[in-house]
């Protein structure tokens, strides 16, 4: 089964230091990835995609992923984490390039240390 | 960008009665609709499909004569939480991918609804 594995369910960093997600994902074929963002009480937001262009893809608000195949990885980073960048985290997959239904990881819950 | 609304944002029921979630897409059709559920502390499922004009198409374990989903317009998916119980009460969030009616451009993200807390008593 085509799955997507969240490595880290609990990210703690200060404030104004590096951020890394990790995210693996399974699958005989390059998908279609996507880092979503979810605030307390609010919907998902998306941060960034990747559809088979560039490899190293930028977001908003300053994060970014790099899609390496060979390691089957999707890694979400952010040079200096902000107090609003406390969320919850979930990357996802999908078959035809996001116009289909997403496969989510369980989450990560970035929290920032002041 | 595209807005997706849902309606209602929460809603509380009792035992056994159903609940109707609206879900619209603002400016933009949508033939396709998804609708996932969110445990507490956990991710996001895909339960279904919304296709407008044809049968949604539900996920493995998915109850489809339990959540019942009508995708009425280009803009409107509706899914009805039958003979509610307290399990069934969860985040329930629909998405749609934007596009030309009736056709869907690879790459195109989907946008999110800000989502609808069920409670069952």
């Known amino acids: 089964a085509q799955s997507v594995t969240q490595l880290d369910s609990h990210v703690s960093v200060s404030e104004g230091t590096p951020v890394l997600l990790r995210c693996n994902y399974s699958?005989?074929?390059?998908?279609?990835l996507f880092w979503y963002v979810q605030h307390p009480n609010k919907g998902l937001q998306l941060l960034l995609k990747y559809t088979s262009a560039a490899t190293l893809v930028k977001g908003i608000n300053g994060f970014e992923a790099e899609f390496k195949k060979s390691e089957t990885s999707f890694h979400l980073t952010k040079p200096s984490a902000h107090m609003s960048d406390a969320a919850e985290y979930f990357c996802?997959?999908?078959w035809g390039g996001g116009a289909d239904g997403l496969t989510f990881g369980k989450g990560t819950h970035l929290i920032i240390q002041p | 960008g595209a807005v997706v609304s849902q309606h209602p944002s929460r809603v509380i029921c009792k035992s056994g009665t159903s609940v109707k979630i609206e879900c619209r897409s603002l400016d933009f059709q949508a033939t396709t609709m998804f609708w996932y559920r969110q445990f507490p502390k956990k991710s996001l499922m895909l339960m279904a499909t919304s296709n407008e004009g044809s049968k949604a198409t539900y996920e493995q374990g998915v109850e489809k004569d339990k959540f019942l989903i009508n995708h009425a317009s280009l803009t409107l998916s509706t899914l009805t939480v039958t003979s509610a119980h307290p399990e069934d009460s969860s985040f329930y969030i629909c998405?749609?991918?934007?596009?030309?009616?009736?056709?869907?451009?690879?790459?195109?993200?989907?946008?999110f609804g800000p989502g609808t807390r069920l409670t069952v008593l």
């Open positions: 699958s005989s074929y390059s998908p279609s």
């Open positions: 996802a997959r999908s």
């Open positions: 998405s749609a991918p934007p596009g030309l009616a009736g056709g869907l451009m690879p790459g195109n993200e989907q946008f």
